[in-house]
């Protein structure tokens, strides 16, 4: 085991697939351009209340419902903290934020920054929100025997990816910003995984302009990331 710090990757025999999810899909310019086996669809937020706040201050918001989420798939409802009227907030919404109508599907990943669909969402600070996560999942392996890897912080319980939220007709939909791996995690699942925001990039991400927000879209250091192999 690497004695590095940030982040400790746990591999798994392989088990339900989230790839057969309809709106689970890549959206070329709208979402991540690449293969849904090369997009993270799967995480876990097991955080306490008591370790929310340690991780992002006090907030609002109806916490009666929230406990360990041990598996968040598209189209589930997770645990996002928003600034409303300047007040940090907690929410459950929707993973997958439906693209123009010339598409189908949602999407849960966000790579193209400047594409039409999202730079708006993206220079608005209100529409940037932090999706609460303690490990989250990329496939590994042939097809056809694919394992799950997960990957966790070993610096802290509860971090942050960096997520868009949209309003709809029926409900709010939320989805989180991708970008490079870094060299230790690339050497597991070598494309795309999500941003994760230090806790000092919180608020610059949700109040900044949008040179500062998509500034963050940045891989994790290399010099802080771990990895155990449990398989």
Not at 10 to 19: D, E, I, M, W
Request: aromatic share 10%.
């Amino acid at each position: 085991m690497s004695q590095l710090m940030g982040l400790v990757f746990r591999t798994v025999a392989r088990g339900t697939s989230p790839f057969g999810y309809r709106r689970d899909r890549s959206l070329g310019a709208f979402g991540d351009q690449s293969h849904t086996a090369c997009m993270c669809n799967l995480y876990r937020m097991q955080a306490s209340v008591d370790e929310l706040r340690q991780a992002f201050g006090a907030f609002d918001g109806d916490r009666s419902n929230l406990g360990p989420r041990d598996e968040i798939y598209p189209s589930q409802k997770a645990p996002v903290l928003r600034l409303i009227k300047g007040m940090l907030t907690l929410d459950e919404i929707e993973w997958g934020v439906p693209p123009p109508v010339s598409a189908s599907g949602s999407v849960t990943n966000v790579r193209n920054l400047s594409s039409p669909f999202w730079r708006p969402m993206l220079t608005n600070p209100q529409q940037r929100c932090l999706v609460a996560w303690t490990q989250f999942c990329e496939w590994t392996g042939p097809k056809g025997s694919k394992r799950k890897v997960w990957f966790e912080r070993t610096d802290t319980g509860v971090s942050a990816f960096a997520g868009l939220s949209r309003n709809t007709s029926e409900r709010p939909r939320m989805a989180f910003l991708t970008t490079e791996v870094n060299d230790t995690i690339g050497a597991i699942h070598p494309r795309a995984i999500p941003v994760i925001l230090e806790a000092d990039s919180h608020e610059r991400w949700l109040t900044g302009d949008y040179d500062v927000a998509a500034g963050l879209a940045r891989p994790f250091d290399d010099s802080r990331t771990v990895t155990i192999d449990e398989s």
